[in-house]
């Protein structure tokens, strides 16, 4: 199993706030990066696209503790299984927020994926902390 963790970010917004904006899927493509991904489609509880050079990933809700988890997991779509943790902490100026993903690849496809992944990751994590300044 191969653990990913976004970069921790201080988001001016209240725990509920970001929870109720990142239930909906739609939302996830307001921090995806520009002209990295393409043919995003989201639903109420399931969301896909297209990682540009890359493979496809979808998503779906797997749990939720609101306010301050949210599981995702991969689907079928996706190139290989993982669960994405979005977790969501109190503080005294809002709220913080990171992402862990498990991952389940092999060795040489770790090597691959891993960086890119960070870097996805931490994107979206900055883009949240954007979003609600």
Request: include cysteine.
């Amino acid at each position: 199993m191969t653990t990913i963790e976004s970069q921790k970010v201080d988001v001016k917004a209240s725990q509920e706030e970001i929870f109720d904006f990142l239930m909906d899927l739609q939302n996830l493509e307001k921090l995806l990066p520009e002209g990295k991904v393409s043919d995003f489609k989201a639903e109420e509880n399931h969301c896909s696209f297209k990682v540009m050079g890359a493979y496809k990933i979808g998503l779906q809700h797997k749990s939720n503790s609101k306010p301050n988890n949210i599981v995702l997991q991969s689907d079928t779509d996706s190139p290989f299984p993982f669960d994405l943790d979005i977790k969501i902490d109190q503080i005294s100026e809002g709220s913080s927020a990171y992402m862990v993903s498990n991952a389940d690849i092999n060795f040489f496809l770790k090597q691959m994926v891993e960086k890119p992944l960070k870097a996805l990751f931490d994107h979206i994590a900055g883009e949240l902390k954007n979003h609600f300044e």
